[in-house]
């Protein structure tokens, strides 16, 4: 019985709850999570039946062979059995088919390269120490952190690294694959419902590897092109000419806005007023962006240990240069 | 003896220690078995600490018990320390314990390189704990995976620890491995033959023979990272035409054939305990042995399973994905073995045999999980994830420390003469038994549900929030287990000797047919094996003793040395240099092993005889 709780426990807990929609590879909203997941719940039901047999003879054993008070008997000496030693060599073998026919061909089917398709899109991602870099090569367009797709198309990803390894994970979306250093790994995934995805790092890259989120969000067609015209757009700078001054000299030195491209060793920020969240992690909806960038900019280090950027105090950004930079960035947004 | 002239032959006088220096300078299996006993459980403690550490972190969302850089350095380290300074010891401690009495042994083959393997082993451990000291600790994970290891961006001593104390723990291992293989092959008691060893003594055969081929991997690995960290050598840096998934797959070839050094042991002890306790034949000894050897053969050619999401492509990922599964056939074969040796037993319940049939379920259920993750389509799912820390965590606890659990209680007797407390000896099974289910079966959900490892915190509101809690419980439970085996320990140790020779009663190998603890040279004679299960076959013919092989007569035995005590040390030193860049003392602690090697080379020592009239005089190890 003791054996059985934590298994009905976790039973219970599948039935009841699969997890986020946004988060949990239980709950897949895309044909390569469902497909894993169809892989999954043929191994699991298998496994079940392993451990339910393995489970009922231990117990039966247990109980029916127990040693007997004031027992002294010597029990037969079995050398062992020929017939049950093929049973239980031979049915493994069948449930392994049963599950290695579909692995190799899942295998062969998502190893699948949508590169020279013209219908799919491309999406180069490199990875940096805890953050996100999406670049649309066909499209000319880079963006961080928020990586936007159309829906029901086959998204063919290029994953790289600058720095570390990295892993590439949305586990509602599909299977995560390695960001390794000096090479390009491919993968395709497809969104077929609109909606926001949480995506994560899966391979230890430093101290904010746990922090290293990103957000995929999903649009339509018609709306993934918005998206494309508007972050194509020129960028105005800051009104304020302090603030103006600062932002050139003090952020643009490393990130990138519209089309002033003087760096990119940082995330860049066109539109990042509209994005869900701050670094990742910090969620626009629960504190006003302009809060959240004034919270990442004070202290970048507080939100995500070891990460690249300076404090403010450190670029000596005055008070009133860190709201500047802040309410601007709050209002870059982009309409799609 | 007959005659002045051949006593004086015999008449070697040896210093013999006392004290301290006794277990400096022992080169006896028995005591060296100790001393691996003392030093892994120690490990064990600092592991479990950081281990305790680690769920107080995950307790709760957002926590900031521990800072992140702390938080992989304790991952790094729980992870290291757990299966090189302390499962790997304790499996050596009951390999030293007990494998030369089973098979009919006054000793290894090589016992002063038992002793060596001993001490570098404890200096190498030493050598990476010391790194908590010096503010340097290794921080990207038991596996080091570059680029995040290498000097570029791993900066300071950190890593150089890893590197250099586990290549001197290496040593150790390798050495044993080596010294048992021989022992094995060469030491045997007249009669017994291959096919007559015990199943504890096939498994670490097997083992051995894994160690031999897997350790070197991981030397060169090793090597050639501190090559790449000390002089900067560009074996992994890709920049510079080196490879980072080069040491992914070296660090493999070794790291997966070191899984199956870690459980075939735990195989061998549970083969024991339940045929010991339920009165019985082992069931398909022969297949049993089969499987052993079957298992090693394909643990390695099945490395890239641990690199699915690399990016090997879907041929690789195909093969490694049917290879692995195919492990599944021999260990289901001794799954139920297991349970037919129980089926028509007489199953007598103690610490012991609870651990071992405890064991059964636990591993199936890890084994299992280890099939599902042998799916390379799903695999992308659960790499990387809880889901990965749950299935290992299964085996190497559920496995192995639970094998290292009975084996320990089955064998106390035999090691120290007394036997631990039944009573709490259950009292830690229970409480481990379900602190163990309840920290790691949640976590396969924690996984897919999207909570990937080596995280040192995670944001509220995921839905992760239930399980974490409960897994901390369970580690605290597990730790409370813990510490009622070491209660257990000293009140046991405080009691006077009372174990018979046999003290299950139904022993059927020969450790049990010698006194607990046995004499210095464990047999008076070899015994002779006139079959399987050796000195239950004569029990059960109504003998009270095993017949001997020989004529009493002087036993020779080998001299203790200091020499590799200070051979180690010699390697902790130079370790040192090499870490902070101190060539003197790189260089000065080599030569100190040099010399010592010099030493061992020119002077013969022949050991030493114990004399008939010696042997009764209660020399007891």
């Known amino acids: 019985m003791k054996r059985l709780l934590p298994l009905m426990a976790g039973m219970a807990l599948v039935l009841s709850a699969c997890g986020r929609e946004d988060l949990s590879a239980l709950n897949?909203?895309?044909?390569?999570?469902?497909?894993?997941?169809?892989?999954?719940?043929?191994?699991?039901?298998?496994?079940?039946?392993?451990?339910?047999?393995?489970?009922?003879?231990?117990?039966?054993?247990?109980?029916?062979?127990?040693?007997?008070k004031g027992d002294n008997s010597i029990p037969k000496q079995v050398e062992g059995n020929h017939k049950l030693e093929i049973i239980w060599t031979v049915i493994p073998?069948?449930?392994?088919?049963?599950?290695?026919?579909?692995?190799?061909?899942?295998v062969f089917g998502l190893s699948k390269d949508y590169s020279n398709?013209?219908?799919?899109?491309?999406?180069?991602?490199?990875?940096?120490?805890?953050?996100?870099?999406?670049?649309?090569?066909?499209?000319?367009?880079?963006?961080?952190?928020?990586?936007?797709?159309?829906?029901?198309?086959?998204?063919?990803?290029?994953?790289?690294?600058?720095?570390?390894?990295?892993?590439?994970?949305?586990?509602?979306?599909?299977?995560?694959?390695?960001?390794?250093?000096?090479?390009?790994?491919?993968?395709?995934?497809?969104?077929?419902?609109?909606?926001?995805?949480?995506?994560?790092?899966?391979?230890?890259?430093?101290?904010?590897?746990?922090?290293?989120?990103?957000?995929?969000?999903?649009?339509?067609?018609?709306?993934?092109?918005?998206?494309?015209a508007a972050i194509k757009a020129p960028v105005e700078m800051p009104k304020d000419e302090a603030v103006k001054a600062a932002f050139q000299n003090k952020c643009l030195t490393c990130h990138a806005i519209g089309e002033t491209s003087t760096g990119s060793s940082a995330p860049n920020l066109t539109g990042i007023g509209s994005r869900l969240t701050v670094g990742g992690i910090l969620f626009n909806d629960e504190a006003p962006v302009v809060d959240n960038l004034i919270k990442w900019i004070t202290d970048p280090q507080k939100v995500k240990p070891g990460n690249m950027m300076p404090k403010a105090q450190d670029l000596e950004l005055t008070d009133a240069e860190l709201k500047g930079i802040a309410e601007y960035l709050a209002n870059n947004k982009l309409e799609y | 003896m007959k005659g002045d002239a051949a006593l004086a032959a015999h008449a070697h006088t040896v210093k013999r220690y006392r004290g301290l220096m006794d277990w400096l300078t022992t080169v006896d299996h028995k005591k060296i078995g100790i001393l691996y006993l003392i030093a892994g459980g120690l490990f064990f403690l600092i592991g479990g600490l950081e281990a305790i550490l680690i769920r107080i972190q995950l307790i709760k969302p957002m926590n900031n018990f521990v800072s992140a850089d702390t938080f992989n350095e304790l991952i790094t380290m729980h992870g290291t320390t757990?299966?090189?300074?302390?499962?790997?010891?304790?499996?050596?401690?009951?390999?030293?314990?007990?494998?030369?009495?089973?098979?009919?042994?006054?000793?290894?083959?090589?016992?002063?390189?038992?002793?060596?393997?001993?001490?570098?082993?404890?200096?190498?451990?030493?050598?990476?704990?010391?790194?908590?000291?010096?503010?340097?600790?290794?921080?990207?994970?038991?596996?080091?995976?570059?680029?995040?290891?290498?000097?570029?961006?791993?900066e300071g001593a950190g890593v150089d620890y890893y590197v250099l104390g586990l290549q001197i723990a290496g040593i150790g291992t390798l050495l044993g491995g080596i010294n048992f293989m021989a022992t094995i092959i060469n030491m045997r008691a007249p009669g017994m033959s291959f096919m007559r060893m015990p199943m504890f003594t096939w498994t670490i055969f097997i083992t051995s023979a894994l160690i031999v081929f897997a350790f070197p991997v991981l030397t060169v690995g090793l090597v050639a990272l501190m090559f790449d960290r000390l002089f900067f050598a560009n074996f992994f840096e890709t920049a510079a035409g080196g490879s980072g998934v080069l040491w992914e797959h070296i660090f493999w070839v070794f790291g997966?054939?070191?899984?199956?050094?870690?459980?075939?042991?735990?195989?061998?002890?549970?083969?024991?305990?339940?045929?010991?306790?339920?009165?019985?034949?082992l069931f398909g000894y022969s297949s049993m042995v089969f499987a052993t050897v079957l298992i090693a053969f394909l643990g390695f050619m099945v490395w890239a399973h641990h690199m699915f999401t690399t990016g090997l492509g879907p041929v690789a990922n195909a093969l490694f994905s049917i290879a692995t599964m195919l492990i599944a056939v021999p260990t289901g074969i001794k799954i139920f073995n297991w349970l037919f040796t129980l089926w028509g037993g007489s199953i007598r319940f103690t610490a012991a045999s609870l651990f071992g049939i405890g064991f059964i379920p636990t591993f199936v259920m890890g084994g299992v999980t280890g099939v599902m993750l042998a799916s390379a389509p799903a695999d992308y799912q659960y790499h990387d994830t809880y889901f990965v820390v749950a299935h290992f965590h299964y085996v190497i606890v559920g496995g192995l420390m639970f094998g290292i659990?009975?084996?320990?209680?089955?064998?106390?007797?035999?090691?120290?003469?007394?036997?631990?407390?039944?009573?709490?000896?259950?009292?830690?099974?229970?409480?481990?038994?379900?602190?163990?289910?309840?920290?790691?079966?949640?976590?396969?959900?924690?996984?897919?549900?999207?909570?990937?490892?080596?995280?040192w915190t995670y944001l509220d509101g995921q839905g992760l929030n239930g399980m974490n809690l409960i897994s901390t419980i369970g580690a605290i439970l597990m730790g409370i287990a813990t510490i009622v085996m070491l209660i257990n320990i000293a009140v046991t140790s405080l009691k006077r000797p009372n174990a018979a020779n046999d003290p299950w009663e139904d022993g059927r190998t020969l450790e049990w047919s010698i006194p607990s603890p046995p004499p210095e040279y464990n047999f008076k004679q070899i015994p002779l094996v006139r079959g399987y299960d050796a000195w239950w076959k004569e029990k059960m013919e109504g003998k009270k003793a095993m017949t001997p092989a020989e004529p009493p007569g002087p036993i020779h035995m080998p001299s203790p040395s200091i020499l590799p005590f200070v051979m180690s040390v010699g390697l902790f030193i130079s370790g040192f240099g090499f870490i902070y860049d101190k060539l003197f003392l790189a260089i000065g602690g080599l030569a100190v092993t040099l010399i010592c090697m010099l030493l061992r080379s020119v002077f013969d020592d022949h050991g030493f005889h114990i004399e008939e009239h010696e042997q009764e005089k209660g020399v007891t190890a």
């Open chain 1, 117 to 228: 398709d013209p219908n799919a899109l491309k999406v180069k991602v490199t990875a940096h120490q805890y953050w996100w870099e999406f670049e649309y090569p066909d499209l000319g367009i880079t963006t961080a952190q928020e990586l936007v797709v159309p829906t029901g198309k086959k998204i063919q990803f290029e994953l790289t690294t600058a720095d570390v390894k990295h892993s590439f994970w949305i586990p509602s979306i599909g299977g995560k694959m390695d960001n390794n250093d000096g090479l390009t790994n491919k993968m395709y995934l497809e969104f077929d419902k609109e909606g926001v995805y949480r995506g994560k790092c899966a391979e230890l890259c430093g101290p904010s590897h746990s922090l290293m989120d990103f957000k995929a969000k999903a649009v339509d067609q018609a709306s993934f092109d918005r998206w494309v």
């Open chain 1, 28 to 68: 897949p909203q895309g044909p390569v999570a469902r497909q894993q997941l169809e892989l999954m719940k043929i191994s699991i039901g298998i496994m079940s039946l392993v451990v339910l047999v393995v489970f009922t003879i231990c117990i039966y054993v247990l109980i029916r062979y127990r040693r007997r």
């Open chain 1, 93 to 106: 073998i069948i449930l392994l088919i049963i599950l290695g026919v579909p692995t190799i061909s899942t």
């Open chain 2, 405 to 455: 659990f009975a084996g320990m209680f089955y064998w106390w007797p035999k090691m120290f003469g007394r036997l631990l407390n039944e009573t709490l000896g259950k009292i830690t099974f229970f409480t481990f038994f379900i602190g163990f289910h309840l920290t790691f079966f949640v976590q396969h959900f924690l996984g897919l549900l999207g909570m990937p490892r080596r995280v």
């Open chain 2, 82 to 154: 757990m299966i090189f300074l302390a499962a790997m010891p304790l499996l050596f401690a009951l390999m030293n314990a007990v494998i030369p009495l089973q098979i009919g042994a006054r000793d290894v083959a090589f016992p002063f390189l038992n002793a060596l393997g001993f001490w570098t082993f404890f200096f190498g451990g030493l050598l990476l704990n010391i790194s908590w000291f010096t503010g340097h600790v290794p921080d990207a994970g038991w596996t080091s995976y570059v680029p995040l290891a290498s000097p570029t961006y791993s």
């Open chain 2, 256 to 281: 997966h054939p070191e899984v199956y050094i870690l459980i075939l042991p735990a195989f061998g002890i549970i083969s024991e305990v339940v045929s010991t306790f339920s009165r019985k034949r």
